[in-house]
């Protein structure tokens, strides 16, 4: 299965941006790059997903790195709701999420 | 426009008993996908599922587990025999197309099975 490296935590100042990375170093030329987010007793939220430019949409950017072996999650300004953690899947064909530890993002008021 | 259902939210099982977890995909999806998130552990693909056909099941426990989507109805993950091991969190996402990797999948917000 495709492996991610992502910070096991990271804190953030509401109203700030956040810049979440995540290592792919054996993402092969097809696989894409998804980001899933999951808040407390909830089921996972799909956040954004790209394969090699950089992607925008309502809820975040995501910048891929030109070798592709690295991404970052970018969230604008980063409120209390944003306190979640954060998924970074390197998806191979075939439709099936597989989920690292994640990224746990505190943010503080 | 509904978002994946799933029911009951919470399931409580004696061991020995039989569990049914349904999943309804969101409007217009036909391919749904299982996940169980077993306490203080990350989240696991089980089975990924087409109407009335089963794609992959490798993540699928060998023994007691079944999954179906047929061709009327919601998603049914059967769990026979319940033991302890089997409360978790168990969530059902659904995407429009599969076959790929580009699809997002929408999660439900799952059936949390609590087995005594």
């Known amino acids: 299965d495709a492996k991610t490296t992502q910070p096991n935590s990271m804190e953030s100042n509401e109203e700030e941006p956040v810049h979440l990375p995540c290592n792919h170093s054996?993402?092969?030329?097809?696989?894409?790059i998804h980001w899933y987010r999951q808040l407390p007793s909830q089921g996972p939220e799909y956040v954004i997903h790209?394969?090699?430019s950089n992607v925008n949409n309502r809820m975040a950017s995501l910048a891929i790195a030109e070798d592709r072996k690295s991404s970052t999650l970018i969230l604008h300004r980063a409120t209390l709701r944003d306190a979640a953690v954060y998924y970074c899947i390197h998806m191979e064909y075939g439709n099936k999420l597989v989920f690292g530890a994640g990224t746990i993002l505190r943010v503080k008021s | 426009n509904a978002g994946v259902m799933q029911n009951p939210r919470h399931l409580v099982r004696r061991r020995g008993q039989e569990a049914r977890l349904r999943c309804s995909p969101m409007k217009g999806h036909s391919h749904v996908y299982w996940y169980r998130q077993l306490p203080e552990e990350g989240l696991k693909f089980m089975v990924y599922?087409?109407?009335?056909?089963?794609?992959?099941e490798s993540g699928m426990p060998k023994e007691r587990f079944s999954a179906e989507f047929p061709k009327e109805g919601p998603s049914i993950l059967r769990i026979q025999q319940v033991v302890r091991g089997d409360s978790a969190a168990y969530f059902c996402?659904?995407?429009?197309?599969?076959?790929?990797?580009?699809?997002?999948?929408?999660f439900g917000p799952g059936t949390r099975l609590t087995v005594t």
């Open positions: 790209g394969l090699t």
């Open positions: 599922l087409q109407k009335e056909n089963i794609i992959d």
């Open positions: 054996t993402i092969s030329g097809t696989d894409y």
């Open positions: 996402a659904s995407s429009p197309r599969g076959g790929g990797n580009l699809y997002e999948q929408y």
